[in-house]
C-alpha cells in the first residue's frame, strides 16, 4: 500500500520507521512505561514558555494525584480552564510525556490548563481513571485553584485513551445530574472496543505504529474483568448522547481509530449535539506531539483552542 502521506510527516516517519521497534506488551511493566517515557521526551523539546507552571496536588478517594497547572499569561483562569487528560492507552503516560502538547494547547487557547496523572491500567482499570478526571473537575469547581471556577467556564480536552476518558467525564456528570462543563474537545479517541472497522482492516498492521494487536491490549488493561459489550461508561460510543455540550473532533487519516471518531460523529449528528469534525490527512496516531516538526499538528491544536475560545465566549 502506498502511504498517502503528509509531505512535512514523511521524514518523521521514515525516522521512526527506522528506530528499533518497542513492543511494550513483552516488558515488565515497569520497564515499559520508562521507555514509553523516555521515547516522549524529544516531542516536548521546543514547547513554548508559559508565564507560570505549578505543580498541584488533586485530592482524591484514592488518595493525592499529581497535577500541573499552566498558564500562558497572568490571570489566564478568568479566560477559562481546560482540563487536559493524556492518552497513553490508559495504560501510560503523564503530566510529563504530554507537557509539549499541553503547553501548546495553552499558549493556543489563552486558558489555564490542568492535567493530571490519573491511575493507570492494569492496575487501576475502568472505572479508576474515570473517577481521578471527575475529581479534577470537582477540584476546580470548588476553588482547588485558589478561586473556585463555574463549569461553564470549563473545557475537556484529552488524546486517544485521554479523548475516551474526557468524552465519559461529560456523561458521568449528565447521569449524576450535575452541570457539565463548556465543552470538550477530543483527539483521535478509542471509544469503543471494534476491531473489525474499516480502519482497523486498512490501516492495523502496525506498520503505522498503533496496530490492532496492541489496541486490544489496551482495552483488556482498561476494561479489566468487564465484558468487550459491556455499556458501562468504558465504551462511550455505546452510550446515549443526549445532552451533552458542543463537541471538537479530530481524527488522523492514518490512524486504525479513524472510524472511532467517525462513528462517534455519526451519532452525535444523529443525537443532535452540535460538534466540528476535522480528518487530518496523511498523519498517524498521535501526531499531536509533533508540532515541533509538524504545521498539521500545530494546525489541529490551534482548531481546537479556537473551538474552546469560541465556546467559551472568549
Known amino acids: 500500500m502506498t502511504l498517502p502521506l503528509d509531505p512535512d510527516f514523511r521524514p518523521i516517519y521514515e525516522r521512526m520507521r527506522a528506530a528499533p521497534a518497542v513492543d511494550y506488551r513483552t516488558m515488565a511493566m515497569g520497564e ?3 521507555t514509553f517515557e523516555e521515547l516522549a521526551k524529544p516531542w516536548n523539546a521546543g514547547a513554548p514558555e508559559l508565564a507560570a507552571v505549578r ?3 488533586v485530592p482524591t478517594a484514592a488518595g493525592g494525584m499529581r497535577a500541573r497547572l499552566y498558564e500562558p499569561q497572568a490571570d489566564a483562569l478568568t479566560n477559562g480552564l481546560v482540563v487536559f487528560v493524556h492518552g497513553g492507552g490508559w495504560t501510560f503516560g503523564s503530566i510529563d510525556t504530554h507537557d509539549g502538547t499541553v503547553r501548546n494547547l495553552a499558549k493556543a487557547s489563552g486558558c489555564a490548563v490542568l ?3 490519573y491511575r493507570l491500567a492494569p492496575e487501576h482499570p475502568f472505572p479508576a481513571p474515570l473517577n481521578d478526571v471527575l475529581a479534577t473537575l470537582a477540584f476546580a469547581a470548588d476553588g482547588g485553584l485558589g478561586q473556585p471556577v463555574d463549569m461553564a467556564r470549563i473545557a475537556l480536552a484529552g488524546d486517544s485513551a485521554g479523548a475516551n476518558l474526557a468524552l465519559a467525564a461529560l456523561l458521568a456528570r449528565r ?3 450535575q452541570a457539565l ?3 470538550a474537545a477530543l483527539f483521535y479517541g478509542c471509544y469503543a472496543p ?3 472497522t474499516a480502519s482497523h482492516e486498512r490501516l492495523g498492521d502496525g506498520s503505522l505504529f498503533l496496530g490492532t494487536a496492541i489496541m486490544q491490549w489496551y482495552w483488556g488493561n482498561f476494561l479489566g474483568t468487564l465484558p468487550a459489550d459491556t455499556t458501562e461508561l468504558a465504551v462511550p ?5 443526549d445532552g451533552l455540550p458542543p463537541l471538537y473532533l479530530n481524527a488522523a487519516g492514518l490512524d486504525p481509530l479513524l ?4 462513528l462517534l460523529a455519526d451519532k452525535l449528528a444523529h443525537t443532535g449535539i452540535a460538534f466540528r469534525l476535522d480528518v487530518t490527512p496523511g498523519v498517524v496516531h498521535g501526531f499531536l506531539r509533533m508540532t515541533r516538526e509538524l504545521p498539521a499538528a500545530r494546525a489541529a491544536i490551534a482548531a481546537g483552542a479556537a473551538h474552546i475560545r469560541e465556546v467559551l465566549g472568549r
Do not use: N, V
Open 32 to 34: 515499559a512505561r520508562q
Open 55 to 57: 505543580e498541584l496536588t
Open 115 to 117: 492535567s493530571m496523572d
Open 175 to 177: 447521569d449524576k445530574g
Open 181 to 183: 462543563p463548556a465543552t
Open 194 to 196: 471494534i476491531f473489525d
Open 237 to 241: 460510543l455505546r452510550a446515549e448522547l
Open 259 to 262: 472510524d472511532d471518531t467517525l
